[in-house]
Every structure is written in structure tokens, then in C-alpha cells.
């Protein structure tokens, strides 16, 4: 149920290793998909997104992964820092529907120096 | 510097007050959104405007309300009828509702003693 846990899934990574951080989504009819990084205490920041017409996205340092067929979502991290401990939302929406993101619950990753 | 802000960072208010966050963006955006964050829970959408004097409810609208003067403002009020106030509300920005990277400010947390 929705208010099960108050608990962040977590993922804890050493600095220099890859980073990998999963997000199962709901909708079938979903065709664009975002990756947020909050920082405690601040709002969302982008990082990175993909459409549906793609299964592989990267950017600088990240690569979203997209798996249609079981509703996917992975955000890979190279090198992983300290700075990049923080929650990690991913985002979905159907532009065939409303336009509204929903987000997922996130997933807080620790980097150990 | 374009971006969104919030304003107060901290806001504390007693039992049975309406209090007013506010948000204004300086991009030039058309859609504005608010969200309230809860500890291990994704961001869940208040309300939203995709142009101006024109506003949405979202998921969980019960005990806010919202105006749109201004494009560049969209002012939300938690009334006394929210019977859980205590949370961290973002604001959000778009350039439209069917280009929805939204662009987040810093958020506001919000105490009721």
C-alpha cells in the first residue's frame, strides 16, 4: 500500500565503482521517461530521459536503459562519487494520456569515500 | 539567472491557520505543478495549471487550492481542512503540459505544531 515502509529502497556503492538503479513502471502506454536526482533538503534535478522509440540513452557519466516488455527502467552510473549520493526518482508519462509524470518512489544511493 | 522559486524554506504554522507557499519561475513557462513529498514516498501531484487562470486538481487536492494570476506565479494555500499538513511541497515548471521535463524548485517544508 502506499504508505508502506518510510523507508527508501538504498543502494550503498563504494566511490569509483558503477552504479546501477532500477524503476519498474506501471503504465504500458507510457512513452517518455525522465531520471531526477534530489539532494537532501532540495528539489528534483534532471538528469536524463528517454523516449520509447529507444531502448538506450546516454549522457555524460549516465546511461538510462529501457526494457518495454517487462516496463523497465534502469540509470546506470560510471564511476560513481561521492557527490552523487542522493535520491534517485525515475519519471513516467503517456502523451497519449494526461501528460502528467507519475514518479516512482525513489531509490537513495550512499556513496562510501 | 532563469529558474523557480519557493519561498519560505521553512514554514511552521499552528493548528487550524491557512498558510500560502509561494512559487514563482521566471523561464517563461506555460504548465506549473505542485507536488507534496512524504518520507519514502514519490512526489505526489496537488494541482496543476497549464495556462494562466486555468488550474487542474490532481491526485491529492482535498485541503489545497491554488490561483493563477500570473504566468510567472502559482501561489498554493493549505487550509485546515488538510488534515495532514506536515510535508515538503515542490514546485514544479514546464514549458507546456505536452513538453513536460519540469523543472523543480527547492521546495518548502511545512510544519504544523
Known amino acids: 500500500g502506499e504508505n508502506v515502509g518510510l523507508h527508501l529502497p538504498t543502494l550503498s556503492v563504494q566511490e569509483g565503482d558503477n552504479s546501477i538503479i532500477n524503476c519498474a513502471y506501471s503504465?504500458?502506454?507510457?512513452?517518455?521517461f525522465i531520471w531526477y536526482k534530489q539532494e537532501s533538503g532540495k528539489g528534483p534535478q534532471f538528469i536524463i530521459d528517454?523516449?520509447?522509440?529507444?531502448d538506450k540513452r546516454q549522457g555524460q557519466r549516465v546511461t538510462v536503459l529501457l526494457n518495454k516488455t517487462v516496463k523497465h527502467l534502469s540509470l546506470q552510473i560510471a564511476a560513481t562519487q561521492p557527490g552523487d549520493s542522493a535520491v534517485y526518482f525515475c519519471?513516467?508519462?503517456?502523451?497519449?494520456?494526461?501528460?502528467?509524470?507519475?514518479f516512482g518512489r525513489g531509490t537513495s544511493l550512499i556513496v562510501h569515500p | 539567472d532563469g529558474g523557480i522559486t519557493q519561498s519560505p524554506k521553512y514554514l511552521f504554522r499552528k493548528e487550524g491557520q491557512n498558510v500560502t507557499l509561494s512559487c514563482e519561475q521566471n523561464?517563461?513557462?506555460?504548465?506549473m505543478y505542485w507536488y507534496r513529498q512524504d518520507p519514502g514516498q514519490g512526489l505526489r501531484l496537488i494541482y496543476y495549471?497549464?495556462?494562466?487562470?486555468?488550474?487542474q486538481k490532481g491526485d491529492i487536492a482535498e485541503g489545497y487550492s491554488v490561483s493563477r494570476e500570473k504566468k510567472e506565479s502559482f501561489p498554493l494555500t493549505v487550509t485546515s481542512a488538510q488534515k495532514n499538513p506536515t510535508a515538503f511541497y515542490l514546485c514544479?515548471?514546464?514549458?507546456?503540459?505536452?513538453?513536460?521535463?519540469?523543472?523543480f524548485g527547492p521546495g518548502t517544508r511545512l510544519t504544523v505544531l
Open positions: 514544479a515548471s514546464s514549458i507546456g503540459v505536452f513538453v513536460n521535463e519540469q523543472f
Open positions: 503504465n504500458s502506454a507510457s512513452d517518455y
Open positions: 528517454i523516449r520509447s522509440n529507444m
Open positions: 519519471a513516467e508519462i503517456a502523451s497519449g494520456g494526461s501528460y502528467i509524470p507519475t
Open positions: 523561464l517563461n513557462h506555460d504548465a
Open positions: 495549471s497549464q495556462i494562466v487562470n486555468d488550474f
